[in-house]
C-alpha cells in the first residue's frame, strides 16, 4: 500500500532574510551518487494562486503536484510537498520562496510571473543553491541567469516575440500595429521582441504604450494604443487587468479590430468575464505537444475533474524531472539535484515519461540512464537552463472559450 503524501504545511511569516538556510544540509537515508536508494523527495510549489495570475495560477500549481499525487497513488514512494502562494507578487514570492528554504526544500517548481521568479531566483535559489524550474515564466531576461540553479520548461519569450510578430504581419497582413503591455518583465521583455520581430518584418509601429496592473481603467492607455486606429492591436497582460482592458475596448473601439494575445491572457473564463465572445482575439501560448501529453491529460483529468489549461503540462514536467533528479542523485541536497537535473532529462537514456514514472522511479533509484520525455514536450535543458524547442499553439475565442487551431515548433 502506498504511503501518504506528506504536504507540509510550512510556516507563513518568516522573513527574507535573517534566517538560516537548511538546504544543501540535509543529506538522504541511504543511496548516494547514481541510485537513491531510500531518498524521500521533498518538492516546493511557488506558484500564484491569487492575484494577477490567481486563475491561471491555482491549475499550475495543480499540475505541480500532479506527479507526486501519482507515485503516492502507484508507488511507496514517499514525497514531502510544501505548496505556497506568491499572490502574482515580487515580495511575497520572495518570502514565500525563503519559508520553503528555511524548511529544507532544495527544489522548487516556480513561479510564474517573471518578475517573481527573476527575484526569487537573485535573492533566494542562487544563493543558497535551490534548484527552481519555472513552468511559465518566459521574460527573456530570465536566460542566462544561472541556468545550474534556475531553469525553465517554458520557452523564452524570444522565441514566442518572433512567433506574434510572424502571425501579425504574414498571416495576418497587418502594416501598422500598436501595442498595450504590462509594465513589468514580462510584459517589457514580450514587447520588445514583437516589436522587433515586427519591424523586421517591414510592420510600422504605431504605438507602444504600457499599464501598471494596478489600474482601475485602461481608458487613456487605450486611446494611446487603439485609438492611433493600427491593423492590428497586441496586449500582454494578465487575466484580472485584461478583462478590463478588453471591456473598455469593446466600448470605445471598433469590434472588428483583430487584437493578439499572448500566454498571459489565455483563460477560458476571459470572454464570460468580459461579456464579449471575443471573436476578434487570437492567441498564442507555449504548446503542451510532447510523447507524455494523452497520458498527462488523463492523470490531471482523473485528479482534478478538468482539463489541463495553459502551462500546466510544463509544471507537472518540472517537478517530474526534480523527483527523479533527486532520487537519481541520491541526496535532498540542491547542488547534488542541480548535477542530476539533466541527466534524467537530457538525450542518451531510456526515454520515460507520465505514462510510466512510477518505473521512472524505480529506474532513477537504480542509478539507471533516463530520458525524460515530458508532456510538454522533450524537456531537453540547454546550458543557459531554456529547453531546446518549443511548440506554439495559435488559437482563438468564443464565447465558450478558447481552443487551439494550429501550431508552430520553434527549435534552438
Same mark, same amino acid.
Given at each position: 500500500?502506498?504511503?501518504?503524501?506528506?504536504?507540509?504545511?510550512?510556516?507563513?511569516?518568516?522573513?527574507?532574510?535573517?534566517?538560516?538556510?537548511?538546504?544543501?544540509?540535509?543529506d538522504a537515508l541511504g543511496g548516494g551518487s547514481n541510485?537513491?536508494?531510500?531518498?524521500?523527495?521533498?518538492?516546493?510549489?511557488?506558484?500564484?494562486?491569487?492575484?494577477?495570475?490567481?486563475?491561471?495560477?491555482?491549475?499550475?500549481?495543480?499540475?505541480?503536484?500532479?506527479?507526486?499525487?501519482?507515485?503516492?497513488?502507484?508507488?511507496?514512494?514517499?514525497?514531502?510537498?510544501?505548496?505556497?502562494?506568491?499572490?502574482?507578487?515580487p515580495e511575497v514570492g520572495v518570502s514565500q520562496a525563503?519559508?520553503?528554504?528555511?524548511?529544507?526544500?532544495?527544489?522548487?517548481?516556480? #513561479?510564474?510571473?517573471?518578475?517573481?521568479?527573476?527575484?526569487?531566483?537573485?535573492?533566494?535559489?542562487?544563493?543558497?543553491?535551490?534548484?527552481?524550474?519555472?513552468?511559465?515564466?518566459?521574460?527573456?531576461?530570465?536566460?542566462?541567469?544561472?541556468?545550474?540553479?534556475?531553469?525553465?520548461?517554458?520557452?523564452?519569450?524570444?522565441?514566442?516575440?518572433?512567433?506574434?510578430?510572424?502571425?501579425?504581419?504574414?498571416?495576418?497582413?497587418?502594416?501598422?500595429?500598436?501595442?498595450?503591455?504590462?509594465?513589468?518583465?514580462?510584459?517589457?521583455?514580450?514587447?520588445?521582441?514583437?516589436?522587433?520581430?515586427?519591424?523586421?518584418?517591414?510592420?510600422?509601429?504605431?504605438?507602444?504604450?504600457?499599464?501598471?496592473?494596478?489600474?482601475?481603467?485602461?481608458?487613456?492607455?487605450?486611446?494611446?494604443?487603439?485609438?492611433? %486606429?493600427?491593423?492590428?492591436?497586441?496586449?500582454?497582460?494578465?487575466?484580472?487587468?485584461?478583462?478590463?482592458?478588453?471591456?473598455?475596448?469593446?466600448?470605445?473601439?471598433?469590434?472588428?479590430?483583430?487584437?493578439?494575445?499572448?500566454?498571459?491572457?489565455?483563460?477560458?473564463?476571459?470572454?464570460?468575464?468580459?461579456?464579449?465572445?471575443?471573436?476578434?482575439?487570437?492567441?498564442?501560448?507555449?504548446? #503542451?505537444?510532447?510523447?507524455?501529453?494523452?497520458?498527462?491529460?488523463?492523470?490531471?483529468?482523473?485528479?482534478?475533474?478538468?482539463a489541463p489549461g495553459v502551462f500546466n503540462a510544463q509544471?507537472?514536467?518540472?517537478? #517530474?524531472?526534480?523527483?527523479?533528479?533527486?532520487?537519481?542523485?541520491?541526496?535532498?541536497?540542491?547542488?547534488?539535484?542541480?548535477?542530476?537535473?539533466?541527466?534524467?532529462?537530457?538525450?542518451?537514456?531510456?526515454?520515460?515519461?507520465?505514462?510510466?514514472?512510477?518505473?521512472?522511479?524505480?529506474? #532513477?533509484?537504480?542509478?539507471?540512464?533516463?530520458?525524460?520525455?515530458?508532456?510538454?514536450?522533450?524537456?531537453?535543458?540547454?546550458?543557459?537552463?531554456?529547453?531546446?524547442?518549443?511548440?506554439?499553439?495559435?488559437?482563438?475565442?468564443?464565447? %465558450?472559450?478558447?481552443?487551439?487551431?494550429?501550431?508552430?515548433?520553434?527549435?534552438?
Amino acid at each position: 500500500m502506498a504511503r501518504k503524501l506528506n504536504r507540509r504545511q510550512v510556516l507563513g511569516g518568516i522573513g527574507a532574510t535573517g534566517t538560516l538556510s537548511l538546504a544543501g544540509c540535509l543529506d538522504a537515508l541511504g543511496g548516494g551518487s547514481n541510485g537513491g536508494g531510500n531518498v524521500e523527495p521533498m518538492l516546493g510549489i511557488l506558484q500564484p494562486e491569487s492575484g494577477q495570475l490567481g486563475s491561471l495560477g491555482t491549475p499550475i500549481a495543480d499540475g505541480a503536484e500532479l506527479p507526486a499525487r501519482q507515485l503516492e497513488s502507484e508507488t511507496d514512494l514517499t514525497i514531502d510537498v510544501g505548496r505556497r502562494d506568491t499572490e502574482t507578487r515580487p515580495e511575497v514570492g520572495v518570502s514565500q520562496a525563503q519559508t520553503l528554504v528555511d524548511s529544507g526544500y532544495p527544489a522548487i517548481t516556480g #513561479a510564474a510571473s517573471s518578475s517573481v521568479t527573476i527575484n526569487v531566483a537573485n535573492d533566494i535559489l542562487i544563493p543558497n543553491e535551490v534548484v527552481g524550474i519555472s513552468p511559465a515564466s518566459t521574460s527573456p531576461d530570465i536566460t542566462g541567469m544561472n541556468g545550474d540553479y534556475l531553469l525553465r520548461t517554458c520557452p523564452s519569450d524570444a522565441w514566442q516575440g518572433d512567433a506574434m510578430a510572424e502571425i501579425a504581419v504574414n498571416d495576418q497582413g497587418a502594416s501598422t500595429i500598436a501595442t498595450l503591455y504590462l509594465n513589468n518583465d514580462y510584459g517589457q521583455g514580450l514587447n520588445d521582441e514583437f516589436v522587433a520581430g515586427c519591424e523586421e518584418r517591414g510592420a510600422e509601429i504605431l504605438a507602444e504604450v504600457s499599464f501598471d496592473s494596478s489600474n482601475t481603467s485602461f481608458t487613456s492607455q487605450l486611446e494611446n494604443s487603439a485609438g492611433t %486606429d493600427p491593423d492590428m492591436l497586441m496586449i500582454v497582460g494578465y487575466p484580472e487587468a485584461g478583462q478590463v482592458i478588453l471591456r473598455e475596448f469593446y466600448e470605445n473601439y471598433d469590434n472588428d479590430m483583430p487584437i493578439l494575445v499572448p500566454d498571459g491572457l489565455i483563460d477560458d473564463n476571459l470572454p464570460s468575464n468580459v461579456d464579449n465572445p471575443l471573436e476578434n482575439v487570437i492567441g498564442t501560448a507555449p504548446g #503542451a505537444g510532447g510523447e507524455g501529453i494523452d497520458s498527462f491529460k488523463s492523470l490531471y483529468e482523473d485528479e482534478y475533474d478538468t482539463a489541463p489549461g495553459v502551462f500546466n503540462a510544463q509544471a507537472y514536467d518540472a517537478s #517530474a524531472v526534480l523527483i527523479l533528479a533527486t532520487l537519481y542523485g541520491g541526496e535532498v541536497d540542491g547542488p547534488t539535484i542541480s548535477e542530476n537535473v539533466r541527466e534524467v532529462a537530457n538525450p542518451d537514456g531510456e526515454e520515460v515519461g507520465p505514462g510510466n514514472l512510477p518505473e521512472a522511479v524505480e529506474m #532513477a533509484q537504480d542509478g539507471d540512464a533516463l530520458n525524460y520525455q515530458g508532456a510538454s514536450g522533450p524537456v531537453d535543458f540547454l546550458d543557459n537552463g531554456n529547453p531546446s524547442a518549443v511548440t506554439y499553439e495559435i488559437g482563438s475565442y468564443t464565447m %465558450d472559450g478558447y481552443s487551439v487551431d494550429r501550431s508552430v515548433t520553434y527549435e534552438a
